[in-house]
């Protein structure tokens, strides 16, 4: 079965910092992966997602994210955090389980920016 | 542009009056999902539909029900919301969901939810 895990519920950053958001996965077969943006009040946007090919996959509003296969991880970084960042973070996971490819999310890690 | 809609933004209901919530599309995506997320928590699935078929998910209370009288339209109807159904609903689509590059979900802004 397919899963997600997100390490760290909060985190903080500086404006201007490097943000690293931690997601790690467990699939029993090659996953597509995604990261999703939430802001307050307001649905889910994809921010990116990895499919197949090149592992290192960018994103909107200057995101990225690599996935690593041997570390069954698929973290999302940004060099320079901005105000506008500050919301909460969504990794999901989809496989392909029981012919379903409905993805399975992480429980989130909320960013706080720092002026 | 091509969008998913919610309405209302904010519901406000009395513990047991049935309410519904409504979401439209127009990407004309097959599949249509609610979720439930409560406070900084993941979304959680309650159902969708493939087209007319309805695919409830095992842990949904029989309290949650859905409607999809047509393609562009889905319907959340909870029957007698208790204090606990007080949430976001988020609705969702996509074009399939057996087929890898067919699965990216499309959101809505979400109805939240507030039961007195």
């Known amino acids: 079965a397919q899963s997600v895990t997100q390490l760290g519920s909060h985190v903080s950053v500086s404006e201007g910092a490097l943000v690293l958001l931690r997601c790690n996965y467990s699939s029993s077969v090659p996953p597509y992966l995604f990261w999703y943006v939430q802001y307050p009040n307001q649905g889910l946007q994809l921010l990116l997602k990895y499919t197949t090919g090149a592992t290192l996959v960018k994103g909107i509003n200057g995101f990225e994210a690599e996935f690593k296969k041997s570390e069954t991880s698929f973290h999302l970084t940004k060099p320079s955090a901005h105000m506008s960042d500050a919301a909460e973070y969504f990794c999901?996971?989809?496989?392909?389980?029981?012919?379903?490819?409905?993805?399975?999310f992480g429980r989130g890690t909320s960013l706080i920016v720092h002026p | 542009d091509a969008m998913v809609i919610q309405n209302p933004r904010y519901q406000v209901t009395q513990f047991g009056k049935p309410v519904t919530l409504s979401c439209s599309q127009t990407l004309n995506h097959n599949v249509m999902y609610w979720y439930q997320q409560k406070s900084s928590q993941a979304p959680k699935l309650l159902f969708h539909?493939?087209?007319?078929?309805?695919?409830n998910e095992a842990d949904t209370p029989d309290n949650f029900q859905s409607r999809r009288p047509n393609t562009s339209f889905c319907f959340l109807d909870i029957r007698s919301p208790g204090l606990g159904d007080a949430a976001m609903y988020l609705c969702?689509?996509?074009?399939?969901?057996?087929?890898?590059?067919?699965?990216?979900?499309?959101f809505g802004p979400g109805t939240r939810l507030t039961v007195l």
């Open positions: 539909y493939y087209d007319k078929d309805f695919n």
């Open positions: 969702a689509t996509s074009r399939d969901t057996g087929t890898p590059s067919y699965n990216e979900q499309f």
């Open positions: 999901a996971v989809s496989d392909g389980t029981g012919g379903s490819y409905i993805p399975t």
